[in-house]
């Protein structure tokens, strides 16, 4: 008698139609990823490129004057530029190191009870809507910059006074932002690493914050390196927050400076721009699409090679083949 076989659709003899079904139906729904990202690209490019044509690709990304209503307008966003990358920079320096240490206290030594305290914190920093983070900062941070900006320079006939929206501020409300996917997707990440090789490090002799920093960290570096690099898409892509606490100038990025990010540029004149204008609005979100693509482009070859380099064999160094001959013997 020959076993009766069973599908969740029906008879053996639907399988394959609903296999074939199926794979039409994951293709479709997967080449509308690709899709969008050529869209967006395609219409990024059409959009951003007329401007650097008009205006010329060099005044635009070198030049330092931003005044597009003048009689002779200048279009130049260098400095828009440069602060985005070091306030990007600075707020992955400042949240990093605390995101990834936090995960680490999540993932290996939290006691239980605190660690369910913890965990939901993060989780609610993660579902604060952003323009929160840019009233807090008004509220809170801005006037202790003020504060400080008083007292570092008394005296200056020279310095522009912010009030507290600078760079300095910026930089914190991106970093307190970031910490969340930090957090979150280092904490799996760890906790993914096999529980064997922790034990194969305590067994060899090592203590817990050896095994931690030596063993566990760099076999969850993959997971760290991505939520990283997630947390940076999300800073440089931050506007309504960091246009509230920044000062959205155009100027040099110095800590004590109002300076105005790529996103902020874009957020704080489309509303009223137009013609040219508003075609190098549509070059700076160009711009800012060029730096995304380039940190996803960079982590992809980053993990690529931390593959390949985590499957070559490791050589034991005055190894020979008779040595391992005699040892068998």
Known sequence: ??????SIF???GSKSGVERTAEVVFTICGSFAVLAVASISLYMLLSGTPALFKVGILDILFGTVWQPQAAVPSFGI???ILTSIVGTALAILIGVPIGVMTAVFLAETAPAKLAGVVRPAVELLAGIPSVVYGLLG???????MYKLELKLFAGS????????????SAVLVLALMILPTVINISETALRSVPGHFRSASLALGATKIQTIFHVVIPAAKSGIITSIVLGTGRAIGEAMAISLVSGSV???PLPFNSVRFLTTAIVSEMSYSSGL???VLFTIGLVLFAFIMI??????RLLKKSAVEADRPIKVKGSSKKGDERHDQ
């Open 1 to 6: 008698m020959q076993p009766k076989s069973y």
């Open 10 to 12: 029906g008879g053996q």
């Open 78 to 80: 260098l400095y828009v």
């Open 138 to 144: 008004i509220l809170i941070l801005n006037p202790l």
């Open 157 to 168: 006939q020279t310095h522009q006074f912010t009030g507290g929206a600078n760079l300095i």
């Open 250 to 252: 155009v100027n040099m």
């Open 277 to 279: 204008h508003k075609q």
């Open 295 to 300: 940190i996803n482009v960079s982590l992809s």
